[in-house]
């Protein structure tokens, strides 16, 4: 889905860089989401925004930060980089929705390798 | 806390025969589930959700509130099913709409 943007695609940085990872869209929705997929693990929650004034931790924030800068865009920070944070990392929007019915969409996902 | 739990990582089947992924839950309220997929080079995308009671390319998934379950089935499995599965759990109150995936299940269906 287009609407969904993410950058880099892919990113090889060394431990203890910064790295931003950014995500934009176009779908008009006010709900944000970030995740890691690592084998094994599934698609953990690292921080969420339900508005651009609302942030919120997920399960998996230590080491994490974000900035939501506008409805559109939400960028997921790095502070300084290590080896275990070599993931693939997706950025989803959605709307409220009806009861049973919020979606999530994705985006193309960012492979971040920490050497 | 709420998890949800899929015990298959990698499920393999030949193409024709019927397929179960399974997914276990355990949420305190009333539960919103869902089933994601992803393809190969594609995105993250829902395939269905249980309060439609819908099939999708063949797929149903039925909740069983006394098991906590929502395993996904299809009787004649297709090679172009193989992809990545994940279930995932709604959150309610304050933070309704944030999902809880599982761990995944890759579906190899063979020809």
Not at chain 2, 30 to 46: A, G, N
């Amino acid at each position: 889905d287009a609407d969904v943007t993410q950058t880099p695609r892919n990113r090889i940085t060394k431990t203890g860089k910064r790295i931003m990872l950014e995500c934009s869209q176009t779908k008009g929705h006010d709900r944000m989401y970030w995740y890691r997929q690592d084998p094994g693990l599934g698609l953990r929650l690292i921080y969420y925004s339900f508005d651009v004034k609302d942030i919120n931790k997920g399960e998996i924030s230590d080491g994490y930060s974000v900035s939501r800068q506008a409805q559109a865009k939400f960028s997921l920070s790095l502070e300084s980089a290590i080896p275990n944070q070599t993931a693939l990392y997706f950025c989803a929007t959605s709307d409220l929705g009806g009861l049973g019915y919020n979606e999530q969409f994705f985006g193309p996902g960012t492979r971040l390798t920490v050497l | 806390a709420q998890r949800v739990t899929q015990p298959e990582k990698l499920l393999s089947v030949f193409k024709g025969a019927p397929v179960e992924l399974k997914c276990n839950y355990s949420y305190s309220g009333s539960p919103e589930l869902f089933w994601y997929v992803q393809y190969s080079r594609q995105r993250l995308q829902l395939l269905l959700r249980h309060i439609s009671r819908e099939s999708i390319k063949g797929f149903t998934a039925d909740l069983n509130k006394g098991e906590t379950s929502f395993h996904l089935k299809k009787p004649f499995a297709q090679e172009e099913d193989s992809a990545m599965y994940y279930c995932a759990l709604s959150s309610g109150g304050t933070s309704y709409g944030k999902l809880t995936f599982g761990q995944g299940t890759i579906l190899t269906v063979h020809p």
